[in-house]
């Protein structure tokens, strides 16, 4: 926690961390994992999932867990084909934090993480106090709510509507991040 205090700009110093930074093994999915590495942060009135402490490339950072379904929703996402975790009913703010913190995992077109499966893998380092993002359109054939991305990187795609939407190109450097079932889709 220390590593992640010091991370903090003085502008965020100032803002609530909320969520998932002890011991969570009794979570559903996360098993051995023990420690959840990340936590939410609240800023502006948007949330965004953060690193607690620094992660290396490759290290397993949480499950994402949730109601399986068949229709995709704004916060959902895409584990398989025609199949979509997303929150159950009824769930309170506390549990959102503590359980289905994944949620507020955001877009970047330069993304620190990818899903397999259900696990989220780094794949660079990450330094404590630094958002943990993924591209939609590694898990998403189709967004629910397309947008425009404000994400800044050099690489921005611009318009994020999920695989089927993405241009050849970008297809092609989004290939070693994609989940399996888009992997095997047909366009």
Same mark, same amino acid.
Do not use: A, C, D, N
């Given at each position: 926690m220390t590593e992640l205090a010091s991370a903090l700009t003085e502008e965020q110093s100032t %803002?609530? %961390? %909320? $969520?998932p930074f002890a011991e969570k093994e009794s979570l559903p999915g996360h098993g051995a994992m023990g420690e959840i590495p990340v936590g939410v942060l609240r800023s502006g $009135?948007? !949330?965004r999932l953060i690193a607690c402490e620094s992660l290396r490339a490759g290290a397993p950072l949480f499950w994402v867990d949730g109601e399986t379904t068949d229709v995709p929703s704004r916060y959902s996402v895409q584990v398989d084909e025609g199949v979509h975790l997303d929150l159950p009913e009824g769930v309170g703010q506390e549990e959102i934090m503590d359980v !289905?913190?994944?949620?507020f995992m955001n877009h970047s077109c330069s993304p620190n993480t990818r899903i397999v499966g259900r696990q989220v893998l780094a794949v660079t380092d990450i330094g404590a106090g630094e958002e943990i993002t993924f591209h939609y359109a590694t898990t998403e054939f189709a967004l629910a709510e397309p947008f425009d991305c404000r994400c800044g990187s050099q690489n921005c795609a611009g318009r994020i509507a999920g695989f089927s939407a993405a241009s050849d190109v970008e297809r092609a450097r989004l290939r070693p991040w994609l989940a399996r079932h888009l992997l095997t889709s047909r366009l």
């Open positions: %803002l609530v %961390l %909320l $969520g $009135g948007e !949330y !289905y913190f994944w949620r």
